[in-house]
């Protein structure tokens, strides 16, 4: 017989409301998911970049508007997608919420070439989870012995935490200007 999952419930329309960021208590709260979990989020506002990284993280989701202020998104492991029923347009959409790397991206070096790539993103200028988002959907793109290099405001804690929990290896470059210059290696 499989486990009996638990659902946690998580709201962070106070923190949303008055202006904190709730990105890491997310994903705290993530981290803490078994695949029988359903986890269940109450937002001021529907989350959409928070989609593309849970989705990295192998989840599906279903989207309700409770009120105005008042978004439910309810997270599953994608081997229970059957459990969310019909997904309506909501699966859909998040399939190509897939963040598309636009300005600041570089094309890659040789691209005619089967050798590793190199992939240059300029995050600067983005709030958060945005650089997240950008960089962790290059990731998933590039090959096996490819490299991104990621320029951010600053140091990205939280997306090399992230990267370390991946198994991911990477290199920063602190510049003088406060920003970093983060080389990410693909295993």
Do not use: C
């Amino acid at each position: 017989m499989g486990q009996e999952g638990q659902t946690i419930e998580l709201d962070v329309r106070s923190e949303l409301r008055s202006k904190r960021d709730p990105f890491k208590m997310i994903m705290d709260t993530v981290k803490t998911l078994n695949k029988e979990d359903t986890f269940v989020l109450h937002a001021t506002l529907k989350p959409v970049p928070l989609f593309g990284i849970m989705k990295l993280k192998g989840y599906v989701h279903k989207v309700e508007k409770l009120e105005a202020d008042h978004w439910v998104v309810t997270f599953l492991h994608k081997s229970r997608k059957h459990e969310l029923g019909t997904l309506d347009d909501h699966e859909e959409e998040s399939n190509n919420e897939t963040p598309k790397v636009e300005s600041g991206e570089e094309a890659p070096n040789s691209p005619s070439s089967s050798g590793p790539q190199v992939y240059h993103l300029d995050n600067r200028g983005l709030e958060p989870p945005q650089p997240m988002v950008r960089t962790l959907a290059k990731l998933k793109d590039a090959k096996s012995g490819d490299e991104v290099i990621i320029h951010n405001d600053r140091v990205p804690a939280m997306l090399l935490e992230e990267l370390s929990s991946m198994g991911y290896s990477y290199q920063i470059d602190e510049q003088p200007d406060g920003s970093a210059r983060v080389h990410i290696f693909k295993k």
